[in-house]
């Protein structure tokens, strides 16, 4: 897992849940291109990366999450079966 913290805004981050674990061959890597590409964001904007056995969790900074949020809802082609939703603290 990795805690990029140097740019956002002092600790204001929103937590998204991945359908995509370790079982399905998630680590920190695939999931930092996978949230970046879908969500249209940069790597700056993601705070730590969790990967979990059936899912993983991702802080997205607080300033671009409603706008991630937006984009991540539309499927993906090249993984239509990972959803990523906002998740309530």
């Keep these: 897992s990795s805690g990029a913290r ?3 805004d002092a600790g204001s981050w929103q937590r998204f849940k991945i359908s995509y674990g370790a079982k399905h061959g998630a ?3 695939r999931i930092l291109a996978m949230v970046c590409r879908r969500g249209n964001i940069g790597k700056r904007e993601i ?3 969790r990967v979990q056995q059936l899912y993983s969790e991702v802080e997205v900074a607080a300033r671009v999450a409603d706008e991630f949020a937006r984009a991540v809802q539309k499927p993906d082609p090249r993984d239509p079966r990972v959803t990523i939703k906002p998740r309530s603290s």
Excluded: F, Y
Aim: no cysteine; net charge negative; charged share 35%.
């Design 6 to 8: 140097e740019t956002a």
């Design 47 to 49: 705070g730590s990366i």
């Design 27 to 29: 680590d920190a890597r």
